[in-house]
């Protein structure tokens, strides 16, 4: 004879939802990871834009120290 009481009927309800609301998580998490991705992206815009800044004055920091050394410092420039 199979068991109709609230109980066992309320637990199979619940046993129904659990795929629904695991199905939600799941877009949940998909939605954060892609938001998340897409403020790692802006991100990298600007951080490559100043790592090349910083190249560029690295170089010209270089040149300005070949140049004083080759004409105060009686040497030759050494590149690196």
Known sequence: MPNTSLASRGHAAESDAM???AEGVRLA???SANVLQWFEDAQRVP?????AWQKSLSDVN????DEWAA??????????
Do not use: K, S
């Open 62 to 65: 270089q040149e300005i120290w």
């Open 29 to 31: 998490m998909a939605w």
């Open 19 to 21: 795929p629904v609301a």
């Open 71 to 80: 004409r105060f410092a009686g040497a030759a420039a050494i590149d690196a």
């Open 47 to 51: 951080m490559q834009a100043g790592l």
